[in-house]
């Protein structure tokens, strides 16, 4: 089991880039066991898996979101990090980080001018 703290701005401005950190401990984040995924829900909607890293660094990502994501990590800190750019207010979300079934508790975004 590890623990995941997802740490960012809590406002971002309309065509700006979000960015969130999200620091593991109980565990590296280049272990082969886990996968590092960032996950978000809009208010009134379900959750929507957004992307991963994996232990070697290699990202996949949403296909609706792709255009727009990057996942990074820093192995010296034990992070990850989000970055969305041209955010819009449909950006507006509790962003969560996860690896499996552990999850960090949710930092709420909005996106509004």
């Known amino acids: 089991q590890v623990q995941l703290q997802e740490s960012g701005p809590g406002l971002v401005k309309p065509s700006q880039t979000l960015s969130l950190t999200c620091t593991v401990s109980?565990?590296?984040?280049?272990?082969?066991?886990?996968?590092w995924s960032w996950i978000r829900q809009p208010p009134g909607k379900g959750r929507e898996w957004m992307g991963v890293?994996?232990?070697?660094?290699?990202?996949y990502y949403s296909p609706s979101l792709k255009s727009r994501t990057s996942i990074s990590r820093d192995t010296s800190k034990n992070q990850f990090s989000l970055q969305l750019s041209s955010v819009t207010p449909e950006d507006t979300a509790v962003y969560y980080c996860?690896?499996?079934?552990?999850w960090g508790q949710g930092t709420q975004v909005t996106v509004s001018s």
């Open positions: 109980g565990g590296s984040i280049t272990t082969s066991y886990y996968a």
């Open positions: 890293i994996a232990y070697d660094g290699s990202t």
């Open positions: 996860a690896a499996g079934a552990d």
